[in-house]
């Protein structure tokens, strides 16, 4: 059980909106910047978002990132069937000393 | 363009070692942290371990007192050395830089190299 809690799973059609959430505490998400990633199929993943709402170049304004208090949020729009795919969450915890990830979301685009 | 290429994994025995090596390239190593990274089959990201640019080093509990982090600037190299290994320390082991803002995040992962601790 990961400390950093995503939905196991999300869908939405082709062109539509989605959203995927990252639960945490006040020791990681609450006092530390968010950063999320994309796992496409048998690849590495890829970083999508850092210090919670930049992207890094070449990723497209479709992807958004917000935080608010111990949660932060992953926004997809204008959906495509490329970006199904495996999502996490990750940031630093200052009880544990460690890096956390959350357990991923898996994006189906219907 | 920036690229960290990870080698060393294979099959290895319940208490078997295991050594990993991350060549990094198009950047200038020194200036950067860096990071182990693995993932079990069919499972999610769990970070294992980092090194800072002065050789400060984290690792995850799962993993203290049997792995040992390094790098190597003049080579631009980081290592992992695995003693102890456990079946559950069977993952795709990756290498990641981390980035130079203000936040933990990862922003160049390498291919990654396949452990598997088995009889």
């Known amino acids: 059980q990961s400390v950093l809690t995503q939905p196991p799973s999300v869908s939405a059609a082709p062109g539509q909106k989605v959203t995927i959430s990252c639960s945490g505490s006040?020791?990681?998400?609450?006092?530390?910047?968010v950063s999320w990633y994309q796992q496409l199929p048998g690849t590495a993943p890829k970083l999508l978002i850092y210090e919670n709402k930049k992207r890094p170049s070449g990723i497209p304004d479709r992807f958004s990132g917000s935080k608010s208090g111990t949660s932060a949020t992953l926004g997809i729009t204008g959906l495509q069937t490329g970006d199904e795919a495996d999502y996490y969450c990750g940031t630093w915890d200052s009880s544990l000393s460690a890096v956390l990830f959350g357990g991923g979301t898996k994006l189906a685009v219907l | 363009q920036v690229q960290v290429v990870e080698s060393g994994g294979g099959l290895v025995k319940p208490g078997g070692s295991l050594r990993l090596s991350c060549a990094a390239s198009g950047f200038t190593f020194s200036d950067y942290y860096m990071s182990w990274i693995r993932q079990a089959p069919g499972k999610g990201l769990e970070w294992v371990s980092y090194i800072s640019s002065t050789s400060t080093i984290y690792y995850a509990d799962s993993v203290k007192g049997r792995f040992t982090i390094s790098r190597e600037n003049a080579k631009n190299s980081m290592y992992l050395q695995m003693n102890s290994l456990r079946a559950e320390d069977t993952a795709v082991y990756y290498c990641?830089?981390?980035?130079?803002?203000?936040?933990?995040?990862?922003?160049?992962w390498g291919q990654g190299t396949l452990v598997t601790v088995s009889s």
């Open positions: 990641a830089r981390i980035g130079g803002g203000s936040g933990w995040y990862f922003d160049d």
């Open positions: 006040s020791s990681n998400i609450g006092s530390h910047f």
